[in-house]
């Protein structure tokens, strides 16, 4: 009765919550969890659970993995709205159970905090576990990934499928009693053989702690690694992605020893890694290489992640950039400087949750490559809101020209700030507690822009 | 000028590394020493001006003592006769004191430098910024940790706590000094967030005459970041 009571409240605070037009993704959960903290153990098991973690690219590889099933005809509950906390995570079985618990979807799809592992995977007992990879993040709720891989370590049941990134020298080594399954991304133009980022987390051999060599090295940590002194060495992938090729929109993937062209979903590397991820546990699920192929076609990168406006013209790319994670956030400074063209970058990256009561710390900004924004195609950077003086120094630590730094603490001011004399892109990178807020960015952006162009 | 960062594969966490670029952008003649695991420490054969040793993790800590032992009774030397600046930042501080204490309860013997001793509460993580001072100087920090140390004098305290926490949640003292040895909890941009300090460790070094790099848009951060935590509703986070 517990169990009924408790998604019976819960499915009305979601509908009475959605009628007053409010987010609805982790009350209902809370609620569930209130009347009946053992919930998660409770809800009786779908045919099938899958679950997401990882440091960066978990929410992309949720939404690809729900999107992919639905496609191929499977009803589908997932936390795509973002709450990927315990409460999130009983919200969308809130949502996907009748009132005695019993399943009304054919998979669970769920993204799963690594921190709030601990809470959800012992219960739910997934029977796919994917790990896009394991980076520094937050430092305030993860503190580093040791600690990290610790909880996940202690708390991803065993009897798990694991599908782990060959790459990865820290998160590669996760349960390794559970059967798994590896993907890689292979030698790409762009790769290095010494690290050129200012951090790499897991580079010391972990059997031996000499500091590992690599035959090519993607960034910070993802590459093909071999300890010189006791020849340890990354795992053979089962999948792994190799020539990307932007204009075709293709991507080569090897598997066992064969080449197949696959649709490119986005061409940034990261993302390279998210379809990699998703072609090895859709393989893993039984789909052949020709249904996923047809599959992937109608798949794409969530909205609130990455659109691409147009202004006269000029592009405006708007991308999340994830403050406080500085991994996420030198990725794409990397991919503001390899593309093409003439750039003004806008860089709104403050954490705005802390805004209220308490100041940010931005220590994490010193662990960005912001010294990928020193580049002769990047004429102008405007920096804005609270910390913008934080970024400034940071940006002159890095050797930009303080001739190309403008600074305004507020957005859109910041936003009249972008000259538009020479440029082809402008680069909108937001954190994600700033996603609506970038939307009026951009707008304002693209007006100020088109209005220009027209004079 | 030679400037030692002790084992950067494993101790650089937080940007606590941004300490070092920033005394190199200071003092831009000078020679920078990056010891990993595997090498035998600088320090141990000839003289560096600073040894500057970055938070890790615990895993880490343990790795570091380890190296580090076989090199206590220079590092004791060193201190004692102050032939060096040693800025030790985060849980780099623990190292130096008499031991740590795991979650468990097993010590793990430390290098017994300093009077303190750290003990370990995993998993909860002790986050706050803080206002602290040294004389007339007012440093802005932020600490992040799963531990607290304990047994600090007043006398060999580096900071008092103007707002937040000490070394552990009942003191107002903050971080270790012994000579030119100074330990402190903080962790990050140290010393780009607060331009006296990097005056005062660039006058420790001996390099009255450098100056402190950026130091007008240094400054401007600092001001706001030390008045927007004077205005804090909250520091723990």
């Known amino acids: 009765m517990k169990l009924f009571f408790a998604t019976l409240f819960a499915k009305l605070a979601y509908i009475a919550l959605r009628i007053l037009g409010r987010n609805a993704s982790h009350f209902p959960g809370a609620v569930a969890l209130k009347l009946c903290p053992d919930f998660l153990g409770r809800v009786a098991k779908c045919p099938m659970t899958i679950c997401v973690t990882g440091t960066n690219g978990k929410t992309t590889v949720t939404n690809m993995v729900a999107d992919f099933l639905e496609q191929r005809g499977k ?19 809130v949502l996907s159970v009748g009132l005695f618990g019993r399943p009304k979807v054919d998979a669970m ?10 809470l959800i995977l012992p219960y739910i007992k997934p029977d796919y576990l994917v790990c896009t990879n394991l980076f520094r993040d937050s430092i305030m709720r993860n503190a580093h990934p040791d600690y990290i891989f610790e909880v996940l370590e202690t708390y991803i049941p065993d009897g798990v499928f694991m599908v782990l990134n060959a790459d990865d020298p820290l998160s590669s080594r996760l349960k390794s009693g559970n059967e798994r399954m590896y993907f890689s991304v292979g030698r790409q133009p762009s790769d290095v053989e010494e690290c050129i980022n200012r951090v790499a987390d897991n580079t010391i051999c972990p059997e031996c702690q000499t500091t590992m060599k690599y035959d090519y090295l993607h960034y910070h940590h993802l590459g ?6 006791c020849g340890y060495t990354a795992p053979e992938a089962a999948y792994t992605a190799l020539d990307a090729d932007v204009a075709e929109g293709t991507l080569v993937v090897e598997h066992e020893g064969e080449k197949k062209t696959y649709p490119l979903i986005n061409d940034a590397l990261y993302n390279i890694y998210n379809e990699i991820a998703l072609i090895a546990l859709a393989s893993k699920l039984g789909y052949d290489e020709d249904t996923i192929i047809s599959t992937l076609k109608n798949i794409g990168i969530t909205e609130t992640r990455f659109r691409e406006l147009r202004a006269g013209d000029i592009d405006v790319i708007c991308c999340l950039s994830k403050g406080c994670n500085s991994v996420a956030c030198s990725r794409n400074f990397d991919n503001v400087r390899m593309h093409p063209g003439k750039k003004a970058v806008y860089l709104a990256l403050d954490d705005t949750s802390y805004m209220k009561n308490t100041v940010e710390y931005t220590g994490w900004i010193w662990d960005v490559d912001y010294e990928f924004l020193n580049d002769p195609d990047i004429k102008q950077i405007v920096v804005t809101c609270p910390r913008c003086r934080d970024h400034r120094l940071r940006l002159l630590m890095a050797g930009v020209d303080p001739e190309k730094i403008f600074l305004a603490e507020d957005e859109l001011e910041a936003a009249d700030l972008i000259d538009p004399e020479g440029i082809d892109k402008v680069y909108l990178l937001y954190d994600n507690t700033l996603y609506d807020r970038s939307v009026k960015i951009a707008d304002r952006i693209v007006r100020n822009l088109t209005e220009r162009g027209r004079k | 000028m030679k400037i030692e960062v002790l084992y950067p594969e494993v101790c650089c966490l937080y940007g606590d590394k941004s300490n070092a670029d920033y005394l190199k952008k200071c003092l831009p003649e000078c020679e920078m020493v990056y010891t990993s695991l595997t090498d035998e420490p600088r320090f141990a054969f000839e003289p560096v001006d600073l040894i500057y040793l970055c938070s890790m993790s615990e895993r880490s800590q343990e790795l570091v003592l380890e190296r580090l032992k076989n090199y206590k009774n220079v590092l004791r030397l060193l201190i004692d006769e102050q032939k060096c600046v040693i800025l030790a930042v985060g849980n780099a501080m623990e190292l130096f004191g008499q031991y740590i204490q795991k979650e468990d309860g097993e010590k793990i013997e430390a290098l017994g430098i300093t009077d303190t001793y750290a003990v370990r509460q995993k998993p909860d993580r002790f986050n706050s910024l803080g206002i602290l001072s040294m004389g007339d100087m007012t440093l802005v920090g932020y600490t992040t940790r799963f531990s607290h140390s304990y047994g600090l004098s007043k006398e060999d305290a580096l900071f008092k ?13 903050e971080g270790v000094r012994k000579g030119r040895f100074f330990a402190t909890y903080t962790v990050g941009p140290l010393l780009i967030s607060n331009p006296d300090f990097t005056r005062f460790i660039l006058d420790e070094m001996g390099a009255p005459e450098a100056t402190v790099a950026f130091e007008k848009e240094a400054r401007e951060a600092y001001e706001k970041r030390l008045a927007g935590i004077r205005a804090a509703k909250e520091l723990l986070q």
């Open chain 2, 161 to 173: 706590v103007v707002r937040g926490s000490g070394i552990n949640p009942d003191t107002d003292l």
């Open chain 1, 75 to 93: 009803k589908v509950g997932s936390n795509r709205l973002d709450s990927n906390i315990t409460e999130g995570v009983a919200c969308t079985y």
């Open chain 1, 224 to 229: 093909h690694y071999r300890c010189p002194a």
């Open chain 1, 109 to 118: 799809v769920l993204e799963v905090d690594e921190r709030a592992s601990r």
